[in-house]
């Protein structure tokens, strides 16, 4: 192999073949709820995302897992302090913690070499309509867009969202402490609304693979959502590849 006595030069001229090697990822969070989102990554912190707007999260390269979640009416202060009435996470704006429920959640871990798994979690609840859509078109884009809010049984109903039956009952039953569990009359709801994300603790028909090297796109009440929304569809997932090489050029 013959390029090891040039290998700076080589990474100079062919930025691109870094960013292949080194396998970040990024995360291309958009906002196309009506309403302002104020979203959290962990490991990421926070930003608030107004209508339309997009949040570009480059991941580290030793990121194993990430989580991503939406936090609905929030009042911050200038020093980032305050509260939401959904998801909120130690009433900071840069969080730092999981937050509390109810959240609808976008989970990825990339602890195997080679894959990654992605997935819509509603073992937390739900508050907001997500898409999270791998930009390796053959992988496979999920949602849920139910309009979970307005049909949430009134066991489970809380402000601003609809709280997963763990969070209600605190039992084995519903939160499947025991390990066999399956799905229940509560989660049951959840599993018929929103099929493609996890209803149940043990629920992996739900949990997706994809091979490493993807960018992903998460997206706050994506096309199909209820109640019905204005925003057009974001630009297709390609422009933030573009804007990774563009940045390895830059440094
Ligand atoms: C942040 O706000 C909370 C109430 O929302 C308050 O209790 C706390 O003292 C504040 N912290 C700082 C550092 O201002
Ligand atoms: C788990 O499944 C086994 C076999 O179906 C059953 O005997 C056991 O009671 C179950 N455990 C719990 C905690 O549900
Ligand atoms: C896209 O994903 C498929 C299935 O996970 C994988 O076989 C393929 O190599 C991936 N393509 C790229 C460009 O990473």
Redesign the pocket.
Known sequence: MGFSPNFPTFFFLFPSIFFWLSRATTFEIINQCSYTVWAVALPGGGRQLNPGETWLLNMADDTVYCRIWGRTNCIFDETGNGSCETGDCNNQLSCQNYGSSPVTVAEYEARYVGVNFYYLSLLDGFNIPMEFKPNNRSCREIKCTADINRECPTVLRTAGGCNHPCTVFKN?FYCC?????TVTDLSNFFMTRCPDAYSFALDYSTKFTCASGSNYGVVFCPLGSSPSLVFPPPPPPHASFAHMCIRIIMI
């Open positions: 084995d402490t025991y390990g066999n569990c």
